[in-house]
Each structure stands twice: as structure tokens, then as C-alpha cells.
């Protein structure tokens, strides 16, 4: 089994920057995809940003050119750089992962974009 451990979340101002950070550890062989994913209260879950073994990325189009999803695949670990944040930005941010034929969910962490 895969446990991901998620990490950077906080409270910033609108305008702020915040890094994430996800960690995978486990009984890992290959992990084919990594991303992040996020939800309000009252929200349904909704992808932020996903990355490829290969490097391949998809953004939602809400953070499209403030957030950067990036990789570790040796380490096997995930980042979301996210800039610019917006208070719409808050939200509980999950790691996400596909490994083998299942999916990983982290327990989440906390980021809040208030004055």
C-alpha cells in the first residue's frame, strides 16, 4: 500500500504564495501519475493539477499560470507551487497518486487566502 503524507499548507494574504509538498512511501513500485486535487465546504472535490511519469501536466483552467505542478519521480514526491493566491484559492488540498491500479488519496492539508 501507498501513504502520502502532504505538507506546506497555511494562512496567506491574497496576492501570497504558498509550496506544497506530498510525499509517497509505501510498499511503491511505479507511480504513474501524482497531482493535487481540492474542496471547499460544501464543494464537491475538484482537480487542481495532475503530472505524468513522463512529465505531462494538466491544469484546471482556475489556476492556469498561478500554479506550477512539478515532481521528484526518484524520490517520489509531488510539489504545487501556487502564486498569486486568491481568497477562492482556500480550500483542504489532497495529494493524489496512481499507483498500479489503484488511487492514493492523502489526508490533506489546510490553505487559507484571507486578509
Known amino acids: 500500500q501507498v501513504q502520502l503524507v502532504e505538507s506546506g499548507g497555511g494562512v496567506v494574504q491574497p496576492g501570497g504564495s504558498l509550496r506544497l509538498s506530498c510525499a509517497a512511501s509505501?510498499?511503491?513500485?511505479?507511480?504513474?501519475?501524482m497531482g493535487w486535487y481540492r474542496q471547499a465546504p460544501g464543494k464537491q472535490r475538484e482537480l487542481v493539477a495532475t503530472?505524468?511519469?513522463?512529465?505531462?501536466?494538466n491544469y484546471a483552467d482556475s489556476v492556469k499560470g498561478r500554479f506550477t505542478i512539478s515532481r521528484d519521480v526518484a524520490n517520489n514526491m509531488v510539489f504545487l507551487q501556487m502564486n498569486s493566491l486568491k481568497p477562492e484559492d482556500t480550500d483542504v488540498y489532497y495529494c493524489?497518486?496512481?499507483?498500479?491500479?489503484?488511487?492514493?488519496w492523502g489526508q490533506g492539508t489546510q490553505v487559507t487566502v484571507s486578509s
Open positions: 503530472i505524468s511519469r513522463g512529465g505531462s501536466t
Open positions: 493524489y497518486v496512481i499507483h498500479g491500479f489503484r488511487d492514493f
Open positions: 509505501g510498499s511503491i513500485s511505479v507511480i504513474y501519475t
